[in-house]
């Protein structure tokens, strides 16, 4: 899948304006919360952010300031998956999943040395995804994604359980953010 359809995908799932009093994100359009928005440079009112700017944002802040068309060449479906996770948890938190992943299936160093989980997706993450990759073959992207899915859903029930109106999200999370 290429990053026009995973774009499109989170915009169509996302949907339109919302600012519900629960969802810490506060004010939305297309996904893009009011925060992200200001940072990436738009200054007008969230019921205004068109679909091209949300997916210029996405396109700059998600896919290409983490570095994932590296991913992509080597994982495609990780990337799709890590692109999703940092939309909705942030890159730093999907580049930490897969990190820590790598770090657990690597026996122990032996395959190729742990990485510094520092939530970048650097020239050693990539070593290191490389070196699973060919050492696990083509089952080894399932099993990362896997790995990631699985990470990304203890912090889901991690989220939910810290703050009870986050409750109001995890049914939501759960079935449309893992698998």
Same mark, same amino acid.
């Given at each position: 899948?290429?990053?026009?359809?995973?774009?499109?995908?989170?915009?169509? +799932?996302?949907?339109?304006?919302?600012?519900?009093?629960?969802?810490?994100?506060?004010? $939305?359009?297309?996904?893009? $919360?009011?925060?992200?928005?200001?940072?990436?440079?738009?200054?007008?009112?969230?019921?205004?952010?068109? +679909?091209?700017?949300?997916?210029?944002?996405?396109?700059?802040?998600?896919?290409?300031?983490?570095?994932? *068309?590296?991913?992509?060449?080597?994982?495609?479906?990780?990337?799709?998956?890590?692109? *999703? $996770?940092?939309?909705?948890?942030?890159?730093?938190?999907?580049?930490?999943?897969?990190?820590? %992943?790598?770090?657990?299936?690597? +026996?122990? %160093?032996?395959?190729?040395?742990?990485?510094?989980? *520092?939530?970048?997706?650097?020239?050693?993450?990539?070593?290191?995804?490389?070196?699973?990759?060919?050492?696990?073959?083509?089952?080894?992207?399932?099993?990362?994604?896997?790995?990631?899915? %699985?990470?990304?859903?203890?912090?889901?029930?991690?989220? %939910?359980?810290?703050?009870?109106?986050?409750?109001?999200?995890?049914?939501?999370?759960?079935?449309?953010?893992?698998?």
């Amino acid at each position: 899948m290429d990053i026009d359809s995973l774009i499109n995908d989170v915009i169509d +799932r996302e949907g339109g304006y919302s600012n519900q009093a629960a969802d810490a994100g506060g004010a $939305t359009r297309w996904g893009i $919360t009011e925060a992200v928005a200001r940072a990436e440079g738009y200054g007008g009112d969230m019921r205004r952010l068109s +679909r091209a700017q949300a997916a210029a944002i996405y396109r700059r802040r998600y896919w290409a300031a983490p570095g994932l *068309d590296g991913v992509a060449a080597v994982a495609p479906a990780l990337a799709a998956e890590l692109f *999703d $996770t940092g939309v909705n948890m942030g890159p730093v938190a999907a580049a930490s999943f897969l990190q820590r %992943a790598l770090n657990a299936l690597n +026996r122990g %160093a032996r395959d190729y040395p742990d990485l510094l989980v *520092d939530g970048r997706l650097g020239l050693r993450t990539a070593a290191a995804l490389s070196a699973f990759l060919a050492l696990r073959g083509r089952s080894g992207e399932g099993v990362l994604l896997k790995a990631v899915e %699985a990470l990304q859903g203890e912090k889901y029930l991690a989220l %939910a359980e810290a703050r009870p109106a986050n409750e109001a999200f995890l049914y939501g999370w759960l079935a449309n953010r893992i698998g």
